[in-house]
Structure formats: structure tokens, C-alpha cells
């Protein structure tokens, strides 16, 4: 079955570039999306079709995908930016997830 | 502006079923795909399966033999079955709207708040 890796914490300090990977084998070639999630909250669509970005989901938050890495980059990282984010893709019919990465902003 | 609402038994024994609903406003479940994903304590995210439309399924492998999801269009929501159930199932329980354009271009662009389901005895 596919598989996607992430890391599982990143630390970025505010005002600071965060950028979280996701790894799958030809990744590239599969779209990927992305999930924010806050504690005790549930998970909220960042990033879609690679690139594109849902309504309401501020600039500062962009996607890209290109051989076997996805990549969400946050930009300018604000203190309500801290929270566990989520690859996701599509294969075989399944839907797959990555173990999630907590971002930390300190 | 669409919503779903997961409902169903808190706590849930050994070996028992696990039965939940997502109720759909704001859409028709005769359109999208709807899926059933999990969250365990302090882990990440296992998609469990989705139904669509035409009311075809597709099942997380690791899951498989134990996972029934159906849909009810006169009540407009969907429903998961998960048998034989242990401590192991225990998780937050999230229902979500599946955006399938093509290829491997599918994501959950709606979420319910979930559902904590415990299974003990």
C-alpha cells in the first residue's frame, strides 16, 4: 500500500518561513493536500490540488509538489499558525494520510 | 453552506459493533463522496472508508473485513458499521464530504466536529 512520510515537529519562529514535507515515491505525480489541525479541534482543508488554496485560508499558506516531496510552506508564521498539520493523497482508491508534523512556533 | 453532524454511542464494549450516523445539511448525499476517518488519542489521522454518490464504497484495507458504510438518501445522511470492536478502536470519530475530481485529486473539504467513541467494558 502507498505510504507518505512526514516529519513528526518542526519549531519556526514567528515572522519566520515553516516548511513541512511530505515524501511518497512519485509523489509528484499524485496531487496532495493539506490539513491544519488545532487541539481539540477538528482538521481544516489548507491546501488542495497541490496548490490551490480554499476561501478563507490566508496567502501566507502555499503548496507544491515535484518528484517524490509535497511540500506546505507557511510564510511570515504567526503564533496561530501552531498546530499539527497533514498530508494527504490518493491511491488505488485509498485515501492516505501522513502521520502529521507539529509545527511549534517559539 | 454545508454541515455534517456525527452522532452515536459514547462508549461502545469488547466485540460489540461500533454504529455512527453523519447527517448532511446543506448538500444532497446523492452528490460528492462522504467519508468516515479516525483519530486515536494523541495521534494522527486513518481514513476509514467513503461511500459516493452512486452509493459505491471503498474501504481502508487494514479495515476492511470489519467496516460496513451506507447511505440513507431519505434522511440524507451516512452511516459506519465497525465489528468486532477493541480498545484499539478507540478514537475520535470524524465524518467528512470528499471532493473526487479526477485522478488522485480527491480531499475533505468539509468536516464534522467528530465524535470520541471508547470502547471498554
Known amino acids: 500500500s502507498y505510504e507518505v512520510t512526514q516529519p513528526p515537529s518542526l519549531s519556526v519562529s514567528p515572522g519566520q518561513t515553516a516548511s513541512i514535507t511530505c515524501s511518497g515515491d512519485k509523489l509528484g505525480d499524485k496531487y496532495a493536500s493539506w490539513y491544519q489541525q488545532k487541539p481539540g479541534q477538528s482538521p481544516v482543508l489548507v491546501i488542495y490540488q497541490d496548490t490551490k488554496r480554499p476561501s478563507g485560508i490566508p496567502e501566507r499558506f502555499s503548496g507544491s509538489n515535484s518528484g517524490n516531496t509535497a511540500t506546505l510552506t507557511i510564510s511570515e508564521t504567526q503564533a496561530m499558525d501552531e498546530a499539527d498539520y497533514y498530508c494527504?493523497?490518493?491511491?488505488?482508491?485509498?485515501?492516505?494520510f501522513g502521520g502529521g508534523t507539529k509545527v511549534t512556533v517559539l | 453552506q454545508v454541515q455534517l453532524q456525527e452522532s452515536g454511542p459514547g462508549l461502545v464494549k469488547p466485540s460489540a459493533t461500533l454504529s455512527l450516523t453523519c447527517t448532511v445539511s446543506g448538500a444532497s448525499i446523492r452528490t460528492y463522496y462522504w467519508s468516515w476517518i479516525r483519530q486515536p488519542p494523541g495521534k494522527g489521522l486513518e481514513w476509514i472508508g467513503d461511500i459516493s454518490y452512486s452509493e459505491s464504497t471503498s474501504y481502508n484495507p487494514s479495515l476492511k473485513s470489519r467496516v460496513t458504510i451506507s447511505g440513507d438518501t431519505s434522511k440524507n445522511h451516512f452511516s459506519l458499521q465497525l465489528n468486532s470492536v477493541t480498545a484499539a478502536d478507540t478514537a475520535i470519530y470524524y465524518c467528512?464530504?470528499?471532493?473526487?475530481?479526477?485522478?488522485?485529486?480527491?480531499?475533505?473539504?468539509?468536516w464534522g466536529r467528530g465524535t470520541t467513541v471508547t470502547v471498554s467494558s
Open positions: 467528512a464530504r470528499l471532493t473526487a475530481a479526477a485522478g488522485s485529486n480527491k480531499y475533505m473539504d468539509v
Open positions: 494527504q493523497t490518493w491511491d488505488s482508491r485509498t485515501v492516505v
